[in-house]
């Protein structure tokens, strides 16, 4: 599509690449909307094949899957992404740009190949999802909708948020593994449950805020061998299962943003041993 407003719909089903060519093949919204609302039988694994989107949004009803490595979904501007269904990459397969979105359904899986957003888009989760980190995953912003529920389960990787977490109106966010917050996190009346895990947040003045207090797991203040200094401020009430401020050559600090916020630690507070202030 080369003209901003125009748009294609297939209710029909999808075979991309149906002769299993060696060669390039691209499907390319651009500035238009693409709704891919029936089937998707076949994704050729032979050549490169290639789903494009500038400004424009692309839509997905059934699950997609980047299985090999000639298949990409290439964002080249700030465009948004509608996976109304499962979402899986084994590949690395996904190229972000500043400004994009891409909003998340159902499931988002990440096996084969570490992934990273390269410190650029936003992603929204919607209605009940999980996130699984088979492989380390690196994103940017993320939002959990308004009344969606979304559970980080306990994978072989790494999760971690570069940008900010927000927490929406009605939404719960269900951590069964350890992650990394490198931003702010915004509590707008949603829930954070969590077991026996840990969240670090490991921002350089970052804060905990919103329109609603949270209750945490154990929070740590940096990661032991971060190359920043934490400067974490609280401006909500907060309630946390144990307090870790880890040994860092950076310094690692906590404030209250006023007098009238509280810190609550049920269990343990644990000072590691800094080469630095902590």
């Known amino acids: 599509?080369?003209?901003?407003?125009?748009?294609?719909?297939?209710?029909?089903?999808?075979?991309?690449?149906?002769?299993?060519?060696?060669?390039?093949?691209?499907?390319?919204?651009?500035?238009?909307?693409?709704?891919?609302?029936?089937?998707?039988?076949?994704?050729?694994?032979?050549?490169?094949?290639?789903?494009?989107?500038?400004?424009?949004?692309?839509?997905?009803?059934?699950?997609?899957?980047?299985?090999?490595?000639?298949?990409?979904?290439?964002?080249?501007?700030?465009?948004?992404?509608?996976?109304?269904?499962?979402?899986?990459?084994?590949?690395?397969?996904?190229?972000?740009?500043?400004?994009?979105?891409?909003?998340?359904?159902?499931?988002?899986?990440?096996?084969?190949?570490?992934?990273?957003?390269?410190?650029?888009?936003?992603?929204?989760?919607?209605?009940?999802?999980?996130?699984?980190?088979?492989?380390?995953?690196?994103?940017?912003?993320?939002n959990i909708m308004g009344s969606a529920n979304t559970t980080l389960t306990n994978g072989a990787g790494t999760f971690t948020v570069k940008g900010n977490f927000t927490l929406n109106n009605s939404s719960t966010f269900t951590m069964n593994d350890n992650w990394e917050l490198d931003g702010n996190l915004t509590n707008n009346g949603g829930t954070l449950s969590a077991g026996a895990v840990t969240l670090t947040m490991n921002g350089n003045y970052a804060t905990i805020g919103g329109t609603a207090n949270i209750n945490l797991p154990t929070l740590q203040i940096g990661v032991t061998s971060g190359s920043i200094d934490a400067t974490i401020t609280i401006n909500r009430n907060t309630t946390a299962t144990a307090l870790v401020m880890s040994s860092s050559t950076h310094n690692r600090t906590l404030t209250l943003g006023s007098s009238s916020i509280t810190l609550t630690i049920t269990g343990n507070l644990t000072f590691n041993q800094p080469s630095r202030s902590s």
């Not at 599509?1 to 499907?27: E, R």
């Not at 269904?85 to 690395?92: L, V, W, Y």
């Not at 400004?99 to 084969?112: M, P």
């Not at 570490?114 to 888009?121: E, H, L, P, R, S």
Request: with cysteine; proline share 1%.
């Open 1 to 142: 599509i080369i003209a901003n407003g125009n748009t294609l719909t297939v209710t029909g089903d999808l075979d991309f690449n149906a002769g299993n060519k060696n060669s390039t093949y691209t499907i390319d919204a651009g500035p238009g909307d693409m709704y891919f609302n029936g089937t998707f039988s076949h994704w050729s694994t032979s050549g490169t094949t290639n789903f494009k989107v500038g400004t424009g949004s692309l839509n997905f009803t059934p699950a997609i899957s980047i299985a090999n490595s000639g298949q990409h979904i290439i964002f080249t501007d700030g465009g948004t992404i509608n996976f109304n269904s499962n979402f899986s990459d084994a590949q690395n397969g996904m190229t972000f740009y500043s400004g994009c979105i891409v909003n998340f359904h159902g499931n988002y899986t990440i096996t084969g190949s570490n992934i990273t957003w390269g410190g650029v888009g936003t992603a929204n989760f919607y209605g009940t999802g999980t996130i699984t980190d088979t492989k380390n995953i690196i994103m940017n912003d993320v």
